[in-house]
C-alpha cells in the first residue's frame, strides 16, 4: 500500500482525492479515491441515522463529495436540473451527516444523516412530501405498488410553491 498521494481535485472546493493505484489500494487503503461514473458521478444512498430508514438514492459529482465532505451537509448533483443542490436549501429539509461509508470498490457513497425540519414541514427527505422517498413497495411476482407511508409528511405546494418539480417523464 501506498501512502504518498497523487491527487485530482476540480479546483472547487480544493479538497484531494487519491488517484486510482491498484485494487489494494482502492479496496483495502485508507485513502479516499472515489470512481465517478462516464458522467462523472457516483451514486450515493442516504439513511436516516435513528431509523436507519433509507431516505433516497441521489448523485454526487466531484464538488457535491467535496462540499459534503467540508460542510458535513449533504450535497447532490441533480441529474434531472443538471445543478448541483444541498439539501434543503429551498425546504429546510437539511441533511446532517452523522456519518458517510463508501462501498468497497469506492464506486458508491452511504450517507447516514440527521434530518432537520423543514420551513412548513417536520422532519423528511422526499420532494413528494413523504418522509423517504422509497415511500411504496413492490409486490414481488406481480409489481403492484402499494404505499408504505400512508401519510405525507408535509404539503409540497406549501414548501417548494412554483419550483419546478424534478421528475421528469
Known sequence: ????????????????FASRISVEQVEEGFELAPKFDRD???????????TRGVLMLGYMNREALELTLLTGEAHYWSRSRQVLWRKGSSSGLVQRVVEMRIDDDQDAV???????????SEPASCHVGYRSCFYRTVE????????????KTFDPKSVYGDAPNPTLL
Do not use: P, Q, Y
Request: aromatic share 4%; hydrophobic share 40%.
Open 1 to 16: 500500500m501506498s501512502n504518498s498521494i497523487t491527487a485530482e481535485t476540480s479546483g472547487s472546493a480544493g479538497l484531494l
Open 40 to 50: 462523472g458521478l457516483i451514486a450515493c444512498v442516504t439513511t436516516d441515522a435513528m
Open 110 to 120: 452511504w450517507l447516514c444523516v440527521s434530518l432537520s425540519s423543514g420551513i412548513r
Open 140 to 151: 414481488l411476482k406481480t409489481g403492484k405498488l402499494s404505499f408504505a407511508e400512508n401519510t
